[in-house]
T-cell receptor, first 111, second 113 residues
Framework: AQSVSQHNHHVILSEAASLELGCNYSYGGTVNLFWYVQYPGQHLQLLLKYFSGDPLVKGIKGFEAEFIKSKFSFNLRKPSVQWSDTAEYFCAAYAGNMLTFGGGTRLMVKP | KAGVTQTPRYLIKTRGQQVTLSCSPISGHRSVSWYQQTPGQGLQFLFEYFSETQRNKGNFPGRFSGRQFSNSRSEMNVSTLELGDSALYLC????????????FGSGTRLTVV
């Protein structure tokens, strides 16, 4: 069975700091990978997705992620966070007609 | 275009009762998935439907069931409710069969008392 793990449960950063959230998946076949964000009181929104091709994918709001097949990783990055990035971030993998989520990382950005 | 619509937004039920939640996908989307979100367990996959067929089911007891209609609208049902079923139930729809991107609804907050 596939699984997705996110290493950091809580991250606290100051504005303008750089962000990297770790995500590892376990699945032997082809997977589609996603990062979703859930702002306080709002529904899940897609940040970015990777299916194939360039392993560095760019998403909305300045986020990007790098797919490293050899490490089964899909880490999310942002060079300079803003207070408005405070949210919960979920990594997810789609395979076998099922989208599996990681446990989520709560990011708090201090102004 | 309209997003994924889930009704009702909030629901309070008593242990032992049953509940039906509804999800209307984005027009043209034929794939609908359901997830349970709780603080302790995070987001857990319930089931996925495509063109009225259940293609996959998560690790939930048989009290959790679902169906999809010909217009792609979906319902999920939970029978004999338990306190632990209190959660946010999320529905997501996608246009294709390869999970190229799901759009999520705002969810139904179910409280079992």
């Amino acid at each position: 069975a596939q699984s997705v793990s996110q290493h950091n449960h809580h991250v606290i950063l100051s504005e303008a700091a750089s962000l990297e959230l770790g995500c590892n998946y376990s699945y032997g076949g082809t997977v589609n990978l996603f990062w979703y964000v859930q702002y306080p009181g709002q529904h899940l929104q897609l940040l970015l997705k990777y299916f194939s091709g360039d392993p560095l994918v760019k998403g909305i709001k300045g986020f990007e992620a790098e797919f490293i097949k050899s490490k089964f990783s899909f880490n999310l990055r942002k060079p300079s966070v803003q207070w408005s990035d405070t949210a919960e971030y979920f990594c997810a993998a789609y395979a076998g007609n099922m989208l599996t989520f990681g446990g989520g990382t709560r990011l708090m950005v201090k102004p | 275009k309209a997003g994924v619509t889930q009704t009702p937004r909030y629901l309070i039920k008593t242990r032992g009762q049953q509940v039906t939640l509804s999800c209307s996908p984005i027009s043209g989307h034929r794939s609908v998935s359901w997830y349970q979100q709780t603080p302790g367990q995070g987001l857990q996959f319930l089931f996925e439907y495509f063109s009225e067929t259940q293609r996959n089911k998560g690790n939930f007891p048989g009290r959790f069931s679902g169906r999809q209609f010909s217009n792609s609208r979906s319902e999920m049902n939970v029978s004999t409710l338990e306190l632990g079923d209190s959660a946010l139930y999320l529905c997501a729809s996608s246009a294709d069969t390869e999970g190229y991107g799901y759009t999520f609804g705002s969810g139904t907050r179910l409280t079992v008392v």
